[in-house]
């Protein structure tokens, strides 16, 4: 029911603007690799700590209305629409840009999702969740391009 809610919400989320700080993210990851250039681990955890501090996964709905039970089923169903179209588009984005699609990560996310949430209710919250870090690590990526990018473009 929920995905089905998610699907029908979908097209009036499409022009929506991530809500966060956007800046402080990228700076955040920028900072994190550097710190840890020694760390393999690097770019899988800066994009989720700096996610987690600067871009939250609930986008649809002030924290009041995921308290209420009805309000929060819809905004759980907001936020997946959301976040789905998000990936999509910074996956698109990415592609045309040369650069990978989702990859391994999203793939066994997906696996657990599926194998260990059996609840309809709870496999929705952890797909959205999913998304949500996939589109962080996009983000984190266009991050480190740019930056690159702009380190290149102030030698020359």
């Given at each position: 029911?929920?995905?089905?809610y998610?699907?029908i919400?979908?097209?009036?989320?499409?022009?929506?603007?991530?809500k966060?700080?956007?800046d402080?993210?990228?700076?955040?990851?920028?900072d994190?690799?550097?710190?840890?250039?020694?760390?393999?681990?690097a770019?899988v955890?800066?994009p989720?700590?700096?996610?987690e501090?600067?871009?939250?996964?609930?986008?649809?709905?002030?924290?009041?209305?995921?308290l209420?039970?009805?309000?929060?089923?819809?905004?759980?169903s907001?936020?997946?629409?959301?976040?789905?179209?998000e990936?999509?588009?910074?996956?698109?984005?990415?592609?045309a840009?040369?650069?990978?699609?989702r990859?391994?990560?999203?793939?066994s996310?997906?696996q657990?999702?599926?194998?260990?949430?059996?609840d309809?209710?709870?496999?929705f919250?952890?797909?959205?969740?999913?998304?949500?870090?996939?589109a962080?690590e996009?983000?984190s990526?266009?991050?480190?391009?740019?930056?690159?990018?702009?380190?290149?473009?102030s030698?020359?």
């Open positions: 029911m929920k995905l089905a998610a699907l919400c979908l097209p009036t989320l499409t022009m929506a603007e991530v966060g700080d956007l402080a993210f990228s700076s955040c990851v920028l994190i690799m550097q710190d840890n250039q020694e760390n393999f681990m770019p955890m800066a989720i700590m700096c996610g501090r600067h871009v939250p996964l609930r986008q649809a709905c002030a924290w009041p209305e995921y209420i039970l009805a309000d929060r089923i819809a905004c759980q907001q936020d997946y629409a959301f976040w789905k179209n990936l999509e588009r910074l996956e698109a984005l990415a592609e840009e040369g650069r990978g699609g990859g391994e990560l999203f793939a996310g997906k657990r999702c599926d194998a260990e949430q059996a309809d209710d709870t496999r919250i952890c797909e959205t969740e999913l998304m949500w870090r996939t962080m996009f983000l990526a266009q991050a480190q391009v740019d930056a690159a990018t702009a380190v290149e473009g030698s020359n």
